[in-house]
Each structure stands twice: as structure tokens, then as C-alpha cells.
């Protein structure tokens, strides 16, 4: 069974940078398309950004687009969120997904990922 293990997360100030890691376990990590997801409290989770299976297709959230970079390594089976310019309202927790059937688009909604990780707390402070 795939497992996804997120980490980076932690305290930084309004417009510092962060790089969040998804480390996936079990084989195929290559077929799937991956996204990120975030989660304020009181809030639902919105959808942030996802990178096709070979690296070469990304589509973001317009909140993020221009601040955040996906990548992947898919010999290391690791996902990457690069984020910079961080404002306030980018805290939450932060959770990667995987998609349910392999050689996704990235535009899929959320119900089309069935695999998720713990999630990992950003936290920007003014």
C-alpha cells in the first residue's frame, strides 16, 4: 500500500521561503499525476497545485501561481513545493495526494485523489 509522508513544514515570516517534501513509499510513484493541498483552520481544504507523472505539466491554484513551484524526483519518489513570497494567508497544513488512477491530467478535482499524507503545519507570520 503507497504511503505519502510530508515535511518542511514549519515557522517563517511574510515573504520568506519554504520547501515542503512528499516522500512516497511502494512502487509506481512514476505513473501518477501528484498534487498538494492545504487546509486553514475553519476553512475547507483548497486545492494548491498538481505536477503530472513525468514532471512536465503543472497547473496551480491562481493564489499560488507565481509563488510556488512544484517538482518531483521520481527516481527518489519525493514531490517538492517550493514556495516563495509567503504571505499570511498561505498558513495551514499542507497535505500531497496521489491520484487514484495513473496518467491523470492536473486538473482533476480532489475526489480523484484517494491516497493522502499526514500533512505538515506552515505557519507565516507577519
Known amino acids: 500500500q503507497v504511503q505519502l509522508v510530508e515535511s518542511g513544514g514549519g515557522l517563517v515570516q511574510v515573504g520568506g521561503s519554504l520547501r515542503l517534501s512528499c516522500a512516497a513509499s511502494?512502487?509506481?510513484?512514476?505513473?501518477?499525476?501528484m498534487a498538494w493541498f492545504r487546509q486553514a483552520p475553519g476553512k475547507e481544504r483548497q486545492f494548491v497545485g498538481a505536477?503530472?507523472?513525468?514532471?512536465?505539466?503543472?497547473y496551480y491554484s491562481t493564489a499560488v501561481e507565481g509563488r510556488f513551484t512544484i517538482s518531483r524526483d521520481n527516481a527518489k519518489k519525493t514531490m517538492y513545493l517550493q514556495m516563495n513570497n509567503l504571505y499570511v494567508e498561505d498558513t495551514a497544513v499542507y497535505y500531497c495526494?496521489?491520484?487514484?488512477?495513473?496518467?491523470?491530467?492536473?486538473?482533476?478535482?480532489?475526489?480523484?485523489?484517494?491516497?493522502w499524507g499526514q500533512g505538515t503545519q506552515v505557519t507565516v507570520s507577519s
Open positions: 495526494a496521489r491520484q487514484r488512477n495513473p496518467f491523470g491530467g492536473t486538473r482533476l478535482g480532489p475526489h480523484e485523489y484517494n491516497t
Open positions: 511502494g512502487d509506481s510513484f512514476s505513473r501518477y499525476t
Open positions: 505536477l503530472n507523472w513525468s514532471g512536465t505539466s503543472a
